[in-house]
C-alpha cells in the first residue's frame, strides 16, 4: 500500500492523497532481444475499484491533479522499495503539472534516480499548449525524456508530436493488433517507425501480445517492445 502521509506539501493535498487506496504494479518494456529490460512502466492499482473509475471520478471532480501527484511520488515509493534500477516510465495526463513546491519535495525524498524517469504523457483528456510547455521546461530542466503514450488513439496525434518533440513514441496496440498479417498495418507502422526515426525518436511497440506480432515489428524496426507477449504487470 502507498503512502502520503509523511510529505511535506500542502494540507489539502495531503489530505486528498490520504484518502486514496492505491498499490503499484510495473510492466517491463524490452529491447529487441526480447530479454533485456529498458525500462519499467508503472501503473496504478486502486484497491477498492478499477482505475478507470478512479480517474473517471476524480475528472469530475475536476482533481486530476490529486492522481498527477499520486502518480509519481507512489509509483517511485514503490521503485525504490523494490530496488528497480532501470529506466522508470510515468504516466502524466496532459492537463497537469506539478507546482514549484512539489517538485521540491519530490527531489527532497527520493533524488535524481540513477536511470531516466521518462514522463508519458497520456491520451486524454485534452491537450494543452499551456501545460505541455511546462511541462517541456520542466522535463529538460530535471533531464527527464518525454514521450507519448498511446499514439494513435485519444488526443495523442502527429500534431501532439510536433508540439511536444519527444524522445519516445508508444504507439498504440490498437494499430499493431494482428500486424504480422494486416498488409494495411504492416504499411502504415511501417510508415510511421521510419517518419519517428527520422526526426531522432525512438518507438516503442506497445500491447505486443503474440509472437508474431513482435517478429515483425522487431524485422519493421521498432526500437522497444512492451506488452503480455514479453511480460505481464507485476
Not at 21 to 42: C, L
Request: charged share 25%; net charge negative; with cysteine.
Amino acid at each position: 500500500m502507498i503512502y502520503f502521509e509523511d510529505l511535506p506539501l500542502d494540507k489539502e493535498i495531503v489530505k486528498a492523497l490520504g484518502e486514496l487506496s492505491i498499490n503499484y504494479v510495473f510492466q517491463s518494456i524490452f529491447y529487441p532481444d526480447g530479454k533485456t529490460i529498458f525500462a519499467r512502466e508503472a501503473l496504478m492499482r486502486p484497491t477498492d475499484m478499477t482505475v478507470t473509475e478512479l480517474i473517471e471520478k476524480y475528472r469530475q471532480q475536476e482533481k486530476l491533479h490529486i492522481i498527477e501527484v499520486a502518480t509519481c511520488f507512489g509509483a517511485l515509493q514503490e521503485y525504490q522499495l523494490r530496488g528497480y534500477t532501470e529506466n522508470l516510465c510515468l504516466n502524466s495526463f496532459p492537463t497537469e503539472y506539478f507546482t514549484q513546491r512539489e517538485i521540491e519535495v519530490l527531489f527532497q525524498y527520493y533524488g535524481r534516480q540513477s536511470a531516466d524517469v521518462i514522463l508519458e504523457i497520456l491520451e486524454y483528456p485534452f491537450f494543452s499548449a499551456e501545460v505541455a510547455k511546462l511541462k517541456k521546461w520542466y522535463c529538460a530542466e530535471a533531464k527527464s525524456p518525454l514521450s507519448i503514450d498511446d499514439f494513435g488513439v485519444g488526443i495523442n496525434n502527429m500534431e501532439v508530436v510536433d508540439f511536444y518533440e519527444p524522445a519516445f513514441v508508444k504507439i498504440d496496440r490498437s494499430l499493431l493488433s494482428g500486424i504480422d498479417t494486416n498488409k494495411e498495418k504492416q504499411e502504415n507502422v511501417g510508415s510511421l517507425i521510419n517518419t519517428f526515426h527520422d526526426r531522432k525518436i525512438k518507438v516503442v511497440a506497445e500491447g505486443v501480445e503474440t509472437k508474431g506480432e513482435f517478429d515483425f515489428l522487431v524485422g519493421a524496426g521498432a526500437d522497444y517492445f512492451q506488452g503480455f507477449y514479453l511480460h505481464r504487470p507485476e
